[in-house]
């Protein structure tokens, strides 16, 4: 877009955004390191509140353009489709802010807050989720004082915290009493709406328009209807885990993670240096290895769940250049592929040059359920130093990698947990076997320079702790 040269007092507002593109350009050339503390102060928080006032203007516009059905004029199959194309945003991104401008038309006070800097485009957000969520038993006073105080909230609260709010007070609002013995929820009850973003759902107040994707869809009275998760897989071969929970299941899920997600010291007191999140996700992985390894969860096409990776027998060997890849596609880094191999099921199955499979072999286990049985016997556990982890959240471990002729013998075999499992194989540890058969470890020399052999005390005989002591 090509700016005329006008000035800051024509109303034309192509000019007024000339200007005031003119003015950030000064912004960005000027010494900073002349300004005095107080005038840092005063523009530190001048440019933080700028970008509120500009989502207010931008949500004039895209008011001004739906009305007149510019993106349609253009190509477009909405508004939010056009901003995708132009702006290169996601489709998510995109229909945030077309949402944001239809809302702050509803929750008037709301948009005077966003356009006076009171309060930040992502507050607004929340507080028009909020508004657009109460109770259809509202009335209109009681919709006013819970966005003025919801404005209010904002000054006070960071967008966590005042969705919180936001829910308590909605909560507050609802009428109907869910609660064993009152009236049923599922027949006249309010609690538990939720409408997504966008959407014209209950407590939304004449006019609320819906979002681009949804039609007046009717809101639920179960509490569960919100319950949503979605894997995106990127292009470094990871998947990104978005979703939302209602109460209920957030408070089981976070029951269920609570323990495995506690940190774990090292065997000489070492503070466990994962973070909370990384803590959080390794247990829940580990809560689905231990459900799986349980049989716990219902067959699918008569086969118990399973992970299934797909690997070129060359590249099985470290020898070929074809990634192993999941059954959903995604590509396993060569260490990730030793490690789930030591104990799995291998099923061979052979493709012709276009791929048709030719032949299916019976599937065989590298390590049988009797040698497992005895396994648990000798190890009791996992036999990391330090660590106390059951055989029953445990892998079996081929010391030596039954690719490269390592038996699957208990000689060669010991208990990890999948911690300490993807630490032998990322780490460089050693396993040696003392004279009685049982595992030691080697650490490597950044840990020990003299690289002592150790054993875990937890899988050890009493007998055996008093002969060491």
């Not at 080697?442 to 002969?467: E, G, H, K, S, V």
Request: proline share 7%.
């Amino acid at each position: 877009m090509v700016y005329g040269e006008n000035s800051g007092d024509d109303p034309d507002p192509p000019a007024r955004l000339a200007v005031i593109v003119e003015q950030v350009d000064g912004l960005l050339a000027a010494d900073m390191w002349q300004l005095s503390d107080g005038e840092l102060d005063g523009l530190i928080e001048g440019i933080c509140r700028l970008p509120g006032r500009v989502a207010a203007v931008r949500g004039q516009l895209f008011v001004e353009a739906q009305d007149r059905g510019f993106a349609v004029h253009q190509g477009a199959t909405d508004l939010a489709a056009w901003l995708r194309e132009r702006l290169r945003l996601t489709t998510r991104e995109a229909r945030r802010h077309v949402t944001l401008a239809r809302d702050t038309t509803v929750c008037t006070a709301t948009g005077a807050a966003l356009a006076s800097g009171e309060i930040t485009a992502e507050h607004a957000v929340v507080i028009c989720d909020a508004m657009r969520s109460l109770p259809t038993a509202t009335t209109p006073e009681q919709r006013t004082a819970a966005e003025r105080a919801l404005i209010g909230f904002a000054d006070k609260f960071d967008t966590i915290h005042l969705t919180k709010i936001a829910a308590r007070l909605r909560e507050t609002l609802t009428m109907v009493d869910a609660s064993p013995g009152g009236d049923d929820p599922h027949a006249d009850g309010r609690t538990g709406e939720h409408t997504k973003p966008g959407t014209g759902g209950a407590g939304a107040g004449a006019g609320a328009g819906g979002g681009d994707d949804d039609g007046g869809e009717k809101p639920s009275s179960d509490p569960a209807d919100i319950r949503r998760l979605t894997f995106t897989d990127t292009p470094t071969g990871t998947t990104l885990i978005s979703g939302e929970l209602d109460a209920e299941g957030a408070a089981l899920l976070r029951t269920a993670l609570d323990s495995l997600a506690a940190p774990r010291p090292a065997a000489d007191g070492t503070p466990d240096r994962r973070s909370p999140a990384r803590r959080r996700a390794d247990a829940l992985v580990d809560l689905v290895n231990r459900a799986l390894g349980a049989a716990a969860v219902p067959e699918t096409g008569g086969v118990r769940p399973h992970l299934t990776v797909i690997v070129d027998w060359n590249t099985l060997l470290a020898s070929g250049t074809i990634p192993a890849t999941t059954g959903w596609g995604l590509p396993l880094p060569h260490s990730t592929l030793a490690r789930l191999s030591c104990d799995a099921e291998i099923s061979r199955i052979v493709l012709d040059p276009a791929g048709v499979p030719l032949d299916v072999g019976r599937s065989t286990r590298v390590v049988p359920p009797q040698m497992r049985r005895a396994l648990v016997a000798r190890d009791r556990g996992c036999t990391f130093p330090g660590c106390d982890r059951p055989p029953s959240w445990c892998e079996c471990h081929h010391c030596t990698h039954w690719k490269n002729d390592g038996a699957t013998a208990l000689h060669n075999l010991v208990l990890l947990c999948g911690q300490h499992h993807r630490q032998i194989h990322h780490d460089g540890w050693t396993i040696t076997f003392t004279d009685t058969g049982h595992p030691a470890y080697i650490p490597p020399r950044r840990f020990d320079p003299r690289q002592r052999p150790r054993r875990n005390p937890y899988t050890q005989n009493p007998t055996d702790l008093l002969a060491t002591t």
